[in-house]
């Protein structure tokens, strides 16, 4: 009864404070909508580009990041993506990773073209980055079949990867039957299933 | 202004002498005894520390679901998770954990070392998360992450706990410990061998961890294990077998815990090792005291405010009483 009457008797004002609570829940969520929005404009525009990097804005580096790698801008692109890789979100650090293991492979696969003017100990490091980028968003999202994909790939293509596990187990002791008759080199890279 | 003062100061003497003859003086200062706690207060103290690195292997052959710990036919890499949260509650406050995952012939160490009690919840938290599809290789080089393991414990001045099946992909007749034997000695630690002993067809998962389907001899072949049957099986219809005995060299596609590879690493490495089938069985090892050090250690220090503050919450209590008895045997008046 007196839960009722209290209730009766101030239920106007309870009410004015919800009302007044839901607008500005419903106002901060409009607002959020509305960055999300221009953002995504400005990613389509392409308009983003010409923002400077906001350390603390991550999901903003990596739209930063993304046109700028799109636009061959690798050092400006790898910026963006290590200020988006710092996010506590597990999520975009993971895309953050990926994005730079994309990079750096492109940048490998560029370096690897000597006849092109590219240098193969720059290709080697650039594999070996992108291999620890691709490797980290693994960890951070082991559900990102395309970073699993690209890592499989890069090391597919990567020359020391290649010869590894025929360099691995071919001494006096160890010799394997096939490696005898000239079948050794056929093996190209030793692993059970996709990674 | 003074007359304001003056009387403010005098109710508030009043107010002491009254909370000093009913007690509650005592609870006033109990609670300010206790603010320091909010604050998380830490002492250094002189202890016995046990700093730790964990690598877990996460390879394929980690999938095979031959443990009964935490329930039957559990995977292997579930025995490796919980005995590392056994150690790690085990440790005493001070000691600096970090956890590594090795796969394929790399040991990629999670993060740099922490402290134990105050990071156990975070810890566990990465432990219980370690999922086998982090890993960014199939195989398991077991010597060569044995080695990475070793430089990385080495580099922080830890001990190591390398927890694996010790079957290594590809298969080899013989072990090459030649790497290993270069540091012997450097670092102490524990290899603990998880897994049953009879070979076991090795699973393929799906993307939320359900067992799809068992990897068959002619796929070890056609994944380049067997280059010399490469050309035959390759002739073979989709899920097609081949004849009995064609394929009888081929065991990739089986795994077991390897205990010789466990036993001739450990003893290149100068290392103990132990198989165990339950987290328990390797606390015994790992509370070994070689590979404890006496070093500072931050420790707890909300009890040295907490003490006092119970002790001055009990006279508050029993201050009538006690206030009696002063009175009556030494003549004091309060």
Known sequence: ?195 | MLHKFVFWWKRFLLGARHAWQNGSLFYVLAALLLLPVWFNPVTQQQSSVQDTLYVIDISESMNVRDVDYPKPHSARLELAKHAVRSSMSQLACGSRVSVGLFAGDETVVLFEPLEICQHFPAIEQVVARLDSRMRWIGDSWIIRAMLGGIKEAQKRKLNLVFISDFDEMPHRSAPRLTDLLEVKGKVKGVLLGVGGEAPQPVPRLNGVGEIISYWTPEEAVLEGNHPNLLSYVKELKPGEKAPDGVLDEVGEHLSAFNRSMMQSTAAAATMDFLHIKRPQEALPILQNVSYQKEALAERDARWLYTLPAIFLILIGWFWQKLSRIFTRNFYFRF
């Open chain 1, 1 to 195: 009864m007196r839960i009722k009457l209290f209730f009766l008797r101030y239920a106007a004002r309870i009410l004015a404070v919800f009302t007044l609570v839901f607008f500005a829940l419903a106002f901060w969520q409009g607002y959020a909508w509305r960055e999300a929005l221009a953002g995504n404009v400005a990613l389509v525009n392409r308009s983003l580009a010409k923002h400077t990097v906001n350390p603390s804005d991550h999901w903003q580096a990596y739209g930063i990041g993304y046109l700028q790698a799109a636009d061959n801008k690798p050092q400006l692109a790898a910026r963006a993506f290590t200020y988006a890789e710092a996010s506590n979100d597990s999520e975009i650090r993971a895309r953050a990773k990926y994005a730079l293991g994309n990079l750096y492979f492109g940048l490998a696969m560029k370096s690897a073209n000597i006849e092109a003017g590219g240098a193969h100990q720059q290709a080697v490091a650039q594999i070996e980055l992108a291999r620890e980028a691709y490797k980290g968003a693994i960890r951070l999202k082991p559900e990102l079949y395309d970073a699993r994909y690209n890592l499989e790939l890069l090391d597919r293509r990567s020359p020391e990867r290649r010869t590894m596990a025929w360099k691995a187990e071919t001494d006096g002791v160890t010799l394997q039957p096939f490696k005898r008759n000239g079948t050794a080199m056929m093996r190209d890279n030793a692993r059970r299933g996709l990674p």
